[in-house]
């Protein structure tokens, strides 16, 4: 088939055409009384109003005049599909409207890409496969170019005035469910029963007053229906806790942005008010802001609850070939081809006339050097309308002549180039150039070169020049024949030399104007075999890869003498040839046939069609010719320059050679174009559709002058029973029949078969749709170079159903085309391979689907025409994907609307789903060289994200039928915990229960075990024995020393602040202090002057100064939930919570502050001594994963444990040295910093992470300085130097940074390790000497802040690869590394001394196996001994402390840690000498999004996300109403931002078997991530539904 011609396309719901034979004339009549031809014929004109306004006068006459001329036509005019198009959009109209509309930053409507200005800027080069050019076709807007246009009637058209783009919620008709039955949209409550009112989007900054009057009415609106909502139930959510607020902080502490730090697990009717106040909350975002988001997902749900196509097919397993079968099912009902096995359709026998030249060469000599010489062989029309350049056969003989020999002595062996006979020349010639193409290519001929033909390249990015690179270096192409005019044009470098293109092979370049003659006595040299190439003809697949197809000279030969008996072609004829003579139809008529048989051709290039669409036709009137070859879009075009008609005859013409008849939308150009033209002369019998593919050349053609009974024929097929493969006649005026012309018979000497397009090459039944094959002498013989795709399409052999090969000798060749023959040996084709699509076992053809787009209303919506349908699988089925341009200047609504009604339309007549459509600018799809759309181009920009769309609408929902199967609770037969326990024990499964060494009989300091207890006891006790020992080293930026104290320093500055603490803060015992410090010494001698004097410490971050008010905010909220009586802090951060206080909140006062930089030089009297172990030493609060603020109480029992047990993992020792660059406020950064080294008596190198952010290097640099062994940082700490110091690892040796040191560097988290950011940080400090073994993780979490941590002799971090999709079942199978859907995860360093765990089943509370996820428990001295909230406890954390196993050993009591894992006997020994016990965390329990029944984890399908575009620089997903949300931070240009959409659904889906129900894009630093570098996932989600993430785009996936 020729490229698509997307204008061919408007009229192919015309296409769909009933019988034109006798039995249909009565029903075609009673449709043609409601239809005017003028509707019709609107459809072909591009979608751009008219500049100007109004009509003119003699404009409206001359449209009246045009209405008159057709209108007695208009029984011709076949308007199935816009018929089928509106009954079924009609179906839809009933359904309540309430699909969500996208919401979009106005600044993004506005934005343009900068390659969209150069685009618009050419848009005058408009397309060969457009329906009109506006430019060309008279109208005067903006498009039209530089030439005068003649005008061209039309009927007017009416559009509303244009609008500024508003994108409130408004719904559109119908849904793309697919289902003609409909269920009503279930209400969000029994008491609320009407539709929602239109809510506007996220951030609508219009400043157009009568947008701003109508978001005041739909506000109104929305209030009067608030009232008559009692209350506004949360949707089911699938998490379970809320909140909301806004700001970005400038740094990796992105903790508070959207402020919902929910205080423990309160109920929310508790805390809303209190929280809404404490951060900060505008009054209303409840009423409004929330209820703009919700609003639309519930629309979303209830266009999703609609019934769809097709159940879900019952019981898959998860599971790849259960994909593959439900992808493909086999349909009971489906129709079966009935018909016998088909013979061969056979040519007449070619007879070859006497007087024709003995080949095609010896046609130029012959007629060039004949009496007639002086004929002209070639002219062609300028775009003045002038018969400008002509050539005579005189001529062509004697410059081709010239250029063979030119060719071959200048370039031949001594030349510029090495060309010798045989060898491959690129032909570059421009479509206005045919005399020069036509010489150069009968030198080469003459020459024994052989012709590449090729397009001019235009600009080094043109779509798919590197594929004709690839054809070029494949074929050994090392030479380009041009004229001086078209060199001129290519583009050059500063030094004047032709630029390199994409891919392309060294070129040099032989201007063929100007050259010298040959020598009298220069011989041609002698003929090559026949079997040697003639020429080479580039075919381009569906995935936009070029071949090259050889054509033999025995080939060429017989395709000239088998046309020519087919056309029956004389001496001396006229032909006037539209088409590009490069390649295919215009190559073969125009170039070859033409000049074997003597005959004159007057060429017509596209841009000459672009000005005067007539101009055929009159060049046919003028020179009375008898043949004209063009495509069904110049008939088209010619039908419209209605007011060229009264000149034209054409009584002349005998052939009307219509090059793509194969499409199925030809029939209605050529219907049309005989009703207009019938009495201008045209024969019914000139119309002559033919078949042709690169490969097979001609397949077939009608014959001029046709007789007979069937010479002719046409077929009204059911659509439905083509997708099966199945021909099947439908009832004519059936709205989803597909009407089809014959495109001729089988050419003289040829054999047609008809084979299954898949698999062996069997032959078809007789009503069975296959792929055409052709045997014969006029074929192509191969792909050059490509052996293997040359036997698969080249030598066929057709197999009978018993497998054996049919009768008779011959290989066939394969057309790429499908279809079937018809009575009398007729061709039918009704698609290409190219354009085939299987989605769900059925099988579509892209014309088709184009067809139906272009035939909704309104049909001008589509800029001139310009679509492109592909399809692209995704998880084991096709699906389909429409792009369009969509005109300039159309509103989001009516963009949305528009949208919806194709989904509705190709649903109804193709019964199938389109997965994703988008809009792009006019003028913006790659374009080919004659100005069509670039199909396998658009298609790579869209799959690779930077086709740029304005707008897109996914329907993941409608299109996939085979997800795996839910995951389904089982109520009646349930199985209890004690029953699995036996049968893990019966199958041989270990219990997953696991400890570290025990504590008891480990040997401590003997000082210590006779003396102190308690933390505060044993500084005192250091600094009375170990007076003068460096204990703390604060470092700034620069790497210097900015504090450092011994013990005895830091025990006096601690009894000082105790004194402060007496006198001042006039503290009872058990009193909480908030200590609100930048990390440094001050914070740690703070901590213990509390514990002196009795008090409770309760460590804070201090606010941001440059993100002041949320930051601001959290320090109240922990201050408030602690009830801290008193605050100590420095100076420089009491001045930032006053100014705050001034600022915003005058009501709200902070508690008594105190200021520490002053402190009296005082003793303490005595120390304060805990009197039981379990008294409280301190309150730790952390903002937690999913978004609560949880304070936990550690006492001086677990606090003096907790450091014991690092202590002996660890061997710290008064002699080592330890570097710590992790925040100090929590967990087990606390921990390190404030505990550890007073207990252990070790030094500690401070840093700060905010210095690193300053000095990337800083840690590295003083671990190396220091020689420190045991070092311990954060994820974002890491990520700093992984980022930061990629490119200056060889600066840092030079300045002696070594690494070799290290023994231990542990990160400190919460979460899964991150496998890949370890593994990169170990191998690029590997240059500076850091061993792979030394880089660990630790795990801690609320209930126990250091569970796992790699100790100093711990066997090496286990690594294990698990099998994704089990773990949705919360089940762990280990698969091979590279396995499919295998995940990495690393252990979380070892258990520490004195810690048990078991995971137990978060449900049942029964002990699991080691084959299965559950939650990890924990049991241990340092466990934390309890939540510390402000509303006391509720209960529902009690069971977190105190949780006991329904299985195994009941009396145990554990903590729940709230994340989920599992555990792995390694091979590993101990030092006990016991095998070793891998910890492996999965991920926060709370987290985890449950979907169709299945558990996923956040951050493996964040990983697949970030995968996807280069653009997406942080991502995070939850779940909301059993919709998974996905936010994408976009580190690129807001008009990338709807890229992003299609890319995302496809990887989610593809690799987690899930859809995606809204994606959200947003600018970087907008996803909220805590001080350990931890995404908070639940405040984003608040953020999102309280509205306040701004975002650049919202899309609602259908």
Not at 891 to 904: H, K, N
Request: aromatic content about 6%.
């Amino acid at each position: 088939m020729s490229p698509r011609d997307p204008s061919q396309a408007a009229s192919h719901h015309a296409a769909l055409h009933a019988h034109q034979q006798s039995g249909g004339a009565s029903s075609r009549c009673r449709r043609s009384e409601h239809r005017s031809v003028t509707t019709h014929e609107r459809r072909y004109l591009s979608g751009a109003p008219q500049a100007g306004g109004a009509a003119s006068p003699s404009t409206r006459s001359r449209r009246r005049a045009q209405r008159r001329l057709t209108r007695n036509e208009s029984r011709y005019h076949s308007e199935v599909r816009q018929e089928a198009v509106k009954e079924a959009l009609a179906q839809y109209q009933s359904r309540p409207k309430n699909l969500p509309l996208p919401s979009k930053r106005s600044s993004v409507m506005t934005a343009r890409s900068p390659d969209r200005h150069h685009r618009d800027s050419d848009s005058e080069d408009s397309d060969e496969d457009s329906v009109t050019a506006e430019g060309s076709l008279g109208s005067s807007g903006g498009h039209s170019g530089s030439q005068g246009t003649p005008e061209v009637t039309r009927t007017p058209l009416l559009l509303p005035p244009p609008q500024v783009p508003s994108h409130s919620g408004m719904g559109t008709p119908g849904s793309s469910s697919g289902s003609s039955h409909h269920t009503p949209p279930h209400p969000m409550q029994q008491k609320q029963q009407q539709p929602l009112p239109p809510i506007p989007p996220h951030s609508n900054r219009l400043s157009n007053g009568e947008d701003d009057e109508r978001t005041r009415r739909e506000l109104s609106e929305m209030t009067d229906l608030m009232r008559n909502i009692t209350s506004f139930p949360q949707p089911p959510d699938v998490t379970n806790n809320t909140g909301g607020g806004n700001n970005r902080p400038p740094r990796d502490d992105r903790i508070t942005r959207y402020s919902g730090l929910a205080p423990g697990r309160q109920s929310s009717s508790d805390s809303d008010g209190w929280r809404d106040a404490l951060y900060n909350f505008p009054e209303n975002w409840r009423g409004t802001g929330r209820w703009k988001v919700s609003n639309k997902i519930q629309q979303l749900l209830n266009t999703l609850k609609r019934p769809k196509r097709r159940p879900l097919p019952e019981f898959y397993l998860d599971d790849e070939e259960d994909l593959e079968i439900a992808a493909n099912p086999k349909d009971p009902n489906a129709p079966k081809p009935e018909g016998m096995v088909m013979t061969p359709a056979r040519g007449e026998q070619l007879v070859i006339p006497a007087g024709l030249p003995r080949s095609v060469e010896d046609a130029v000599y012959r007629y060039g050097s004949s009496s007639g010489y002086k004929a002209p062989v070639a002219t062609i029309l300028d775009a003045n309308g002038k018969l400008s350049v002509s050539l005579t056969y005189g001529k062509l003989l004697s410059r081709s002549q010239k250029m063979a020999y030119n060719l071959l002595t200048r370039l031949g062996g001594r030349g510029e180039g090495n060309v010798m006979p045989g060898d491959r020349v690129a032909l570059v010639y421009p479509n206005n150039d045919p005399v020069s193409f036509m010489c150069a290519f009968y030198a080469c001929l003459q020459a024994g070169l052989v012709p590449v033909p090729i397009e001019v390249p235009l600009s080094r990015r043109d779509a798919g020049s590197q594929q004709i690179g690839f054809l070029l270096g494949s074929c050994g192409v090392s030479v380009a024949l041009t004229s001086e005019a078209c060199f001129k044009g290519i583009p050059k470098t500063s030094a004047g030399e032709v630029v390199s293109f994409k891919g392309w092979p060294k070129l040099t370049w032989f201007i063929t104007d100007h050259l010298p003659k040959p020598p009298k006595d220069w011989q041609i040299p002698p003929r090559h075999s026949d079997d040697s190439a003639a020429y080479i003809e580039y075919s381009t697949d569906k995935d936009g890869s070029v071949k090259g197809v050889v054509v033999t000279r025995s080939a060429m030969l017989a395709h000239c003498r088998t046309l020519t008996s087919a056309c029956n072609y004389t001496e001396g004829e006229v032909a006037v040839c539209v088409l590009d003579f490069k390649r295919e139809v215009g190559l073969w008529h125009s170039m070859l046939c033409s000049v074997f048989n003597g005959m004159h051709v007057i060429f017509i290039p596209y841009s000459v069609m672009k000005v005067n669409p007539a101009s055929w036709m009159q060049m046919i009137t003028r020179f009375k010719a008898s043949i004209a070859i063009v495509k069904s879009r110049d008939l088209h075009w010619g039908l419209l320059a209605t007011k060229d008609h009264k000149d034209v005859s054409l009584q002349s013409l005998r052939l009307l050679l219509v090059a793509d008849g194969a499409n199925p939308w030809s029939l209605s150009s050529c219907d049309q174009f005989l009703a207009v033209f019938q009495s201008k002369g045209l024969r019914p019998d000139a119309i002559c559709p033919c078949a042709s593919s690169p490969e097979a050349l001609t397949v077939s053609v009608r014959r001029p002058g046709h007789g007979g009974a069937n010479a002719v024929g046409r077929g009204v097929l059911s659509m439905q029973g083509l997708s099966f493969g199945v021909v099947r006649v439908d009832q004519e005026n059936s709205l989803t029949s597909l009407t089809l012309q014959d495109c001729g018979q089988v050419l003289p000497g040829a054999m047609i078969v008809v084979i299954k397009l898949e698999g062996v090459p069997f032959l078809c039944r007789t009503d069975e749709v296959g792929e055409i094959c052709v045997a014969g002498g006029a074929v192509g013989d191969q792909y050059w170079g490509l052996q293997g795709m040359t036997n698969n399409t080249f030598k066929v052999q057709p197999l009978l159903l018993d497998s054996t090969p049919m009768n008779g000798t011959s290989t066939y060749v394969r057309t790429g085309l499908l279809g079937f023959l018809g009575p009398g040996g007729l061709v039918f084709v009704c698609g290409s391979r190219d354009g085939l699509m299987t989605v769900t076992g059925r099988k579509h053809n892209t014309d088709d689907i184009i067809a139906t787009v272009l035939a909704v209303e309104p049909m001008k919506f589509i800029y001139r025409g310009r679509i492109a349908v592909f399809s692209h699988k995704v998880l084991r089925d096709e699906r389909i994907c429409v792009i369009a341009e969509q005109r300039p200047d159309c509103s989001e609504e009516e963009s949305f609307q528009w949208m919806s009604r194709v989904l509705q339309a190709v649903d109804s007549i193709h019964q199938v789903g389109i997965y994703c459509l988008a809009l792009v600018p006019p003028n913006h799809l790659p374009k080919t060289p004659l100005g069509g759309i670039h199909l396998s181009e658009t298609r790579k920009k869209f799959l690779e994200g930077s086709l740029h769309p304005a707008n897109v609408l996914m329907c993941p929902h409608t299109c996939v039928t085979n997800l795996p199967k839910p995951r389904e609770v089982h109520h009646g037969n349930y199985v209890g915990p004690a029953s699995v326990m036996v049968g893990n024990l019966v199958q041989g499964n270990r219990l997953a229960s696991a400890q570290g060494r025990d504590m008891g009989l480990m040997d401590d300091e003997d000082g210590m075990r006779r003396h102190p207890q308690f933390i505060a006891d044993i500084l005192k006790w250091r600094a009375s024995t170990t007076e003068n020992h460096e204990i703390l080293t604060l470092l700034n930026s620069k790497g210097q020393v900015a504090t450092s104290l011994t013990c005895a320093q830091l025990h006096k500055k601690a009894e000082r602040v105790g004194c402060l603490l007496l006198e001042k803060g006039h503290i009872n015992t058990g009193d909480h202090v908030a200590l609100i410090y930048p990390p440094g010494v001050d914070l740690i001698a703070a901590f213990y002057g509390c514990l002196y004097v009795g008090a409770v410490p309760v460590t804070i971050r201090p606010p941001h100064p440059q993100n002041l008010q949320s930051t601001v905010n959290t320090v109240r909220t922990v201050v408030d939930v602690s009830k801290s009586s008193i605050i100590l802090s420095t100076l420089t951060v009491i001045k930032l919570l006053k100014s705050k206080e001034e600022k915003f909140d005058s009501g709200k006062k902070w508690a008594p502050i105190l200021d520490t930089d002053d402190l009296p030089k005082k003793r303490l009297p005595s120390i304060y001594k805990a009197p039981t172990p379990e008294m409280i030493a301190y309150l730790d609060f952390s903002v937690s994963t999913t978004g609560m603020l949880a304070g936990i109480k550690m006492s001086h029992g677990a606090a003096t444990s907790l450091c014991l047990s690092m202590k002996v993992a660890c061997e710290l020792y008064p002699s080592r040295v330890v570097a710590l660059c992790l925040d100090p406020y929590c967990g087990l950064g606390l921990a390190l910093w404030v505990l550890s080294s007073v207990y252990s008596g070790h030094q500690s190198i401070l840093i700060p992470p905010g210095e690193v952010e300053l000095n990337p290097s800083l840690w590295l640099s003083a671990v190396s300085q220091y020689k420190v062994r045991d070092t311990f940082c954060s994820y974002g700490v890491m990520e700093l130097c992984t980022k930061g110091l990629g490119s200056s690892i060889t600066a840092l040796k030079q300045r002696g940074v070594n690494l070799s040191c290290v023994r231990t560097c542990v990160v400190v988290a919460e979460e899964r390790p991150r496998v890949q950011l370890t593994s990169s940080f170990s191998k690029l400090f590997s240059g500076l000497g850091l061993s792979p073994r030394a880089v660990s993780t630790s795990f801690g979490c609320r209930v126990n802040v250091a569970i796992c941590l790699q100790g100093a002799s711990s066997p090496d971090p286990t690594t294990v690869f698990v099998d994704l999709r089990s773990l949705r079942h919360d089940r762990v199978t280990l698969v091979e590394r590279g396995a499919p859907h295998s995940l990495c995860l690393m252990e979380s360093g070892k258990l520490l001394p004195g810690v048990k765990v078991v995971i137990a089943n978060p449900d049942t509370k029964g002990q699991c196996s080691d084959s299965h996820l559950g939650e990890i428990w924990v049991q241990c001295n340092h466990n934390a001994s309890g939540y510390f909230t402000v509303y006391g406890d509720d209960g529902t954390s009690n069971d977190h402390f105190n949780a006991q196993l329904v299985t195994g050993s009941t009396g145990e009591v554990y903590a729940r840690t709230g994340y989920l894992g599992f555990l792995r006997r390694t091979e590993s020994v101990q030092a006990d000498g016991e095998l070793h016990d891998a910890v492996f965390v999965v991920g926060a329990l709370d987290e985890t999004v449950i979907l169709r029944g299945m558990r996923y984890h956040p951050i493996d399908i964040e990983m697949t996300v970030m995968r996807c575009h280069k653009k997406i620089s942080e991502c995070a997903v939850f779940s909301w109403t059993n919709l998974l949300v996905v936010v994408v931070e976009l580190d690129g240009a807001e008009y990338e931002a709807l890229d992003l959409v299609p890319l995302i659904t496809s990887s989610v889906l593809e690799e987690h078997q899930v859809i995606v129900g809204v994606i959200v894009v947003v600018d970087p630093g907008v996803v909220p991530i805590n001080s350990r570098g931890e995404k908070q996932r639940m405040h984003l989600r608040d953020g999102f539904l309280a509205d306040q993430l701004d975002p650049i785009y919202v899309a609602y996936n259908m």
